[in-house]
């Protein structure tokens, strides 16, 4: 069974960096389209970062030029980078396997990690 376990949340200072991880098993990691998302309490769910088999990257606007998404194909791992922190950038962050492309929707999700950005 594939599962997805995310790690590196917490509190953070508005402009300050934090950064998180996502462990993968069950899958074959390589083939497959990774992303982030994130949900705020009472907001939709929105698409954060996808990084393809091939490491093509693609950001939401929101975010963009701020935070990195990343992944080690050899320890079957995606990073997210998230530098310049802001306080609407709160909320729960999900790691994601997509589909052999990413326009595929999400397959599996993790637990979530808690990203709260305050002074």
């Known amino acids: 069974q594939v599962q997805l376990v995310e790690s590196g949340g917490g509190l953070v200072q508005p402009g300050g960096s934090l950064r998180l991880s996502c462990s993968v098993s069950?899958?074959?990691?390589?083939?497959?389209?990774m992303g982030w998302y994130r949900q705020a309490p009472g907001k939709q769910r929105e698409l954060v970062a996808i990084i393809s088999s091939r490491y093509t990257t693609q950001y939401a606007d929101s975010v963009k030029g701020r935070f990195t998404i990343s992944r080690d194909n050899i320890l079957s791992t995606v990073s997210l980078q998230m530098n310049e922190l802001k306080p609407e950038d709160t909320a729960v962050y999900y790691c994601?396997?997509?589909?052999?492309?990413?326009?595929?929707?999400?397959?599996?999700w993790g637990q979530g990690t808690q990203v709260t950005v305050s002074s």
């Open positions: 994601t396997q997509l589909g052999g492309s990413m326009s595929s929707p999400p397959h599996y």
């Open positions: 069950g899958s074959t990691f390589k083939i497959y389209a």
